[in-house]
């Protein structure tokens, strides 16, 4: 016995109003959201970092308007921007020690 297929719509479903203003209205806050720098997976909001230059370096190294040296300098998270977090972790005379805030704390 063969059986005859029925024909595909090859039309697509049309979406009501309110369906398609509610689709279009996701797909703009996807494309309008930020996306996470890969600073900001380093180092989570809350935290704080601890710069000091590499060891060996004689004079201090400047970097975001801040100078750095052996001694350690500790900077809050959320008082930096994304890209002055991101300029220290690039760059390679710092060394850039994320530290939570229960470390701080003595938790």
Known sequence: MSRKA???DAKPPVA????AAAT???DQAAAS???ATPAA???PAGWSVEVTTRKGRTQPRYRIGRAFGPEAVT???DDLTSEELQA???DSDLV???KDGSEENGN
């Open 88 to 90: 220290l972790h690039d």
């Open 41 to 43: 997976k380093l180092t």
């Open 33 to 35: 959201a930020p996306a």
């Open 16 to 19: 009501s109003a309110p369906e």
């Open 75 to 77: 900077i809050a998270v």
């Open 6 to 8: 029925k024909p595909v």
């Open 96 to 98: 850039v020690t994320p």
């Open 24 to 26: 279009a209205t996701t």
